[in-house]
Structures are given as structure tokens and as C-alpha cells.
């Protein structure tokens, strides 16, 4: 069976890092320390929305990103077993792991050796896989645990519950509302590890119940809707907190509210954009199974090009911000959509990312409904 909404998902999720990282170069305490590294530029303008823009992907897109690769796991181990699970992620994660940190490194000049730059997500995607093959082994100790978690995952309203468990991950994970994560190779997953653990076991279980998209599916609006009013909330919390505008009593007291609420608004949202692809996304489509093909080399290549870009446009130009993100986003969804059907699709980088798609003779018919079903590639 495939998931076609949560595959469109996960390329959107995947693309938004595009935006994301775009954004960052205008966002208020973030941009001139980013523009100065890559330009020595100091001043450098901002944009309120985009700032606002940024929060809202940053909130949502890495615990969504865990959830899936959970819910794609057992899916495997579903099929395959634990060796099969592995022996995918060896090729599919490990093997562009190490490639990606070569490249950016020794080709692109982009840090050191022991940097993993955006990809510290596929080092951790490796240990939790094998994680999840000690619980896997150790659950068969303890049954009724496991029938008991499956309860959580009954009806939306118990899924509720979750945020029990997501209160103190987050608080660990995201201490200053930002991910707490580690980059470089010799210092090991950082402390949003955690955070992003259970979100992998959330996506596992949702396999085990998978009645509860359907349930999602029907609620994703009410979701959404509380989900974009507790995330103004939030901001609001989250803009004096850093403003240094309050004494240390008043701003413990905001830090301890925006904790209280940061797990409610990733858990919404994430809830929001499951059930919504899972209402809207019915059945397959050529256009966005090729997105969903491309999001992964997308996601690999994107950093250097966004950073690329954006430090030219900095560099040459004083632009509006909504321009110049929109100028990078543009010209880095281009350059990566080129060159993945040019250089990745057909050859064998794309077999380790995807599975094979056909004879590099069909370059020139992307949307061909004689390539390669996607059943046997994504997963």
C-alpha cells in the first residue's frame, strides 16, 4: 500500500528547507551573523514576516521529518525484517552520508572533514534505526507495554496524551527554542536526539494503528487552526523572551510558558499536516511523485546553493528581503530540479537514492508512465 499523502509530505518537508535556510539571511539575530560569516557584510536588512516564516517551518518541519522516517521503518521491517531495514539504510542513508560529507568538504570547500553540516539529521536517522532494533528485541519482553502505547493511538483525542512525553523532550531538546544538536562527527547526537527519538516512535506506532490517519484526516482543519493561533502565542512568548526587555524573574516565567506551549504547537501542526496530505493527497500523481522523488537530492545539495546564492546577493546587491529570499529560493529550486533530473534520476546516484527509474534514454520524458512504479523506489 503506498502513502501517498504522507510521501507528498515528506518532499514538502524536504523542499521547505529551501525556504528555510533562504529566510535565515533576513531573520533578525540570525542574518547579520550569517551574512557577516559568508561576506563580512555587517549590515544587512530584515523582514518581520520572514522571520515569522522561518519559526513556523522550524517548529514543525525536524519532528516531522522523525515521525516519517518512523512510520517508513516499520513499514520496511514490515515487509523486509529488521536486516531489511538495515540493509535499505545502508544504502540509502549511509552511503549518501558519507558521500555528502566528502563533497560539501573536499569539492565545495564547505567546513571540515567532521562537519555534517544540514546532514547531523542522517547520522541520527542511523542510530536510532539501530535503537529501534534493541527496543524492537526488548519489547518481546514486555507485550502488554507495547498494547498499551497502541491504546494512545485509538483516537486523535487520546493522542493527546503524547504531549506528556513531548513536554520534557522538548524542554530538553529545544532549551532556547531552537534544535540542540551536535554537527561534528567526534561530539555525537546533541540533546534534541531525544526530541526527535520519540517523534521516530510516533511514527512507528502510527504504523501499527494506521486507522488513525483516517481519523486525522477528518480533523486536520481544527489542527491547523488551533495550530496557527497557539504558534502566534508562542512567537509572541518566544520574541520577548529574547528581547532582553524583562527582568530575569518575568523573562523565567515567559521561558517557562513557552515551554509549556512549544509542544503543543509542533504537536498540532504536525497532527494538522498529516491529516490534511492524508485528506487531500487520494492517489497517485505523475508531477508530484517526481517532487517526491527529487526531495531527497534536493535536501543534499540545497545548503551549499542556498548559501551560495544567498551570500552573492548579499554581497552585490542591497535588496528587499522578500526579493532576495524569493530570488534564492527561485535559483535553488531550479539548480537542484536541474540537476537532479540531468545528473541523478536516471544514473546511479538516483538507484542509491530512490531505486531505479528507467534508461537514461528517458531524460527527456519525465513524467513518462513507463518509468519505473513508484512502489519500487521510495520508501
Known amino acids: ?114 562537519e555534517l553540516h544540514h546532514m547531523w539529521f542522517l547520522r541520527d536517522l542511523v542510530l536510532m534505526y539501530i535503537l529501534l532494533a534493541v527496543m524492537k528485541y526488548l519489547s518481546r519482553l514486555a507485550p502488554g507495554i507495547v498494547r498499551r502505547i497502541d491504546e494512545i493511538f485509538s483516537s486523535t483525542g487520546r493522542l493527546w496524551l503524547l504531549t506528556i512525553f513531548l513536554l520534557p523532550a522538548t524542554t530538553i531538546g529545544r532549551p532556547g527554542f531552537f534544535n540542540w544538536i551536535e554537527t561534528n562527527l567526534d561530539q555525537g547526537p546533541g540533546p534534541f536526539f531525544l526530541l526527535g527519538f520519540l517523534f521516530v516512535l510516533i511514527g512507528w506506532f502510527m504504523h501499527r494503528n494506521t486507522h488513525i490517519l483516517d481519523s486525522l484526516s477528518r480533523v486536520w482543519r481544527m489542527h491547523a487552526l488551533i495550530g496557527l493561533v497557539t504558534y502566534g502565542v508562542f512567537v509572541t512568548i518566544m520574541v520577548a523572551v529574547l528581547s532582553d526587555n524583562f527582568d530575569e524573574d518575568s523573562a523565567g516565567g515567559l521561558w517557562i510558558l513557552g515551554m509549556l506551549i512549544q509542544p503543543v504547537v509542533t504537536f498540532l501542526l504536525v497532527m494538522a499536516f498529516i491529516g490534511g496530505t492524508q485528506a487531500i493527497f487520494q492517489r497517485s500523481n505523475k508531477v508530484v511523485s517526481y517532487f517526491v522523488d527529487s526531495s531527497y537530492w534536493v535536501y543534499l545539495l540545497h545548503l551549499f546553493v542556498v548559501f551560495f546564492i544567498g551570500g552573492e546577493i548579499i554581497k552585490t546587491t542591497n535588496p528587499n528581503p522578500l526579493v532576495g529570499a524569493g530570488v534564492n529560493i527561485f535559483a535553488t529550486t531550479l539548480i537542484c530540479m536541474v540537476t537532479y533530473h540531468v545528473l541523478v534520476r536516471y544514473t546511479p546516484i538516483g538507484w542509491v537514492l530512490h531505486g531505479k527509474k528507467g534508461p537514461f534514454s528517458r531524460l527527456f520524458k519525465p513524467f513518462s508512465r513507463e518509468d519505473v512504479s513508484a512502489e519500487n523506489g521510495r520508501t
Open 1 to 114: 500500500m503506498r502513502y501517498h499523502g504522507l510521501d507528498a509530505l515528506r518532499a514538502f518537508a524536504m523542499m521547505m528547507g529551501v525556504v528555510l535556510h533562504a529566510s535565515m539571511f533576513y531573520v533578525e539575530g540570525i542574518g547579520q551573523e550569517l551574512g557577516y560569516e559568508l561576506t563580512g557584510r555587517r549590515l544587512i536588512p530584515t523582514s518581520d514576516f520572514l522571520g515569522l516564516l522561518f519559526f513556523f517551518i522550524h517548529v514543525w518541519r525536524m519532528p516531522l521529518f522523525f515521525l516519517l522516517a518512523g512510520f517508513f521503518a516499520r513499514l520496511i521491517v514490515q515487509k523486509r525484517g529488521f536486516s531489511g531495514l538495515l540493509k535499505n539504510r545502508l544504502v540509502r542513508i549511509v552511503n549518501p552520508l558519507i558521500a555528502g560529507v566528502l563533497v560539501y568538504s573536499l569539492v565545495f570547500k564547505f567546513g571540515e572533514l567532521n
